[in-house]
């Protein structure tokens, strides 16, 4: 599929310890966006089989000081109507007290512009910081089943933003135009204010794909079957 800027499959390229602590994530796309594990990350666990993902690998996070950091991929989704499609593998591992950021883009010179997350009882949503700096959710729903893989897709066009999980649209809204979309950070598993990870509740990764674009309809299906069959998701 045309627009692929970062590829993170577990099955390869996972830098870890002997204690199989994840501390990098190398980017199969060609592109070269690798994630990092962020300072006083310290619970990256790798596992070379998930059940949950058929047998394949996964990355966990565990919801108190882990994140990755994959910067670079940032730069090709900056400016206020450029498109981007982001698909995730994951599985819940244990549900927050609070907010959970799957991904985030990030500034630290004003907070979180943008953030798709999941929140207590397991509700998925997207947040847009809005021209009063101030963060809006405008899109949430809920999901039943959250100890099962799942396949997260959202989709911004410049101006809606669709977040589809296991090929049903969940949210379809728009976002407000004021504000350009801009990022010099882009992370996994937290959002960053300044340095400090917020609290984002744990859950496994097994592959996360970014495309600058927003693939056809028919891509997108060709791409959740491949994954579906892949991964033993719903």
Request: cysteine-free.
């Amino acid at each position: 599929m045309p627009g692929l800027s970062q590829d993170l499959d577990a099955d390869i390229g996972v830098t870890r310890t002997a204690a199989l602590l994840t501390t990098a994530w190398q980017d199969q796309s060609g592109r070269g966006f690798n994630a990092t594990a962020g300072t006083g990350a310290l619970g990256l666990l790798y596992a070379a089989e998930d059940v949950r993902f058929a047998g394949h690998a996964s990355v966990t996070f565990n919801g108190t000081n882990d994140f990755m950091n994959a910067h670079g991929v940032s730069a090709i989704l900056t400016g206020t109507a450029t498109p981007f499609y982001i698909v995730q593998v994951l599985r819940h591992v244990t549900l927050p007290a609070g907010a959970t950021a799957m991904w985030s883009l990030t500034r630290n010179s004003s907070g979180v512009p943008f953030q798709y997350l999941r929140t207590a009882g397991a509700i998925y949503g997207a947040i847009r910081r809005n021209d009063a700096a101030t963060l809006t959710q405008f899109g949430s729903a809920s999901v039943a089943n959250t100890t099962q893989s799942h396949i997260v897709e959202t989709v911004y066009d410049g101006n809606l933003v669709t977040v589809s999980i296991d090929g049903t649209v969940r949210i379809n809204a728009q976002v407000w135009g004021g504000g350009a979309l801009t990022a010099d950070q882009f992370s996994i598993g937290a959002f960053l204010t300044g340095a400090t990870p917020s609290f984002f509740g744990t859950f496994a990764l097994t592959r996360h794909l970014v495309y600058n674009n927003v693939p056809s309809a028919a891509d997108q299906t060709w791409l959740r079957a491949y994954l579906k069959a892949r991964y033993q998701t719903p």
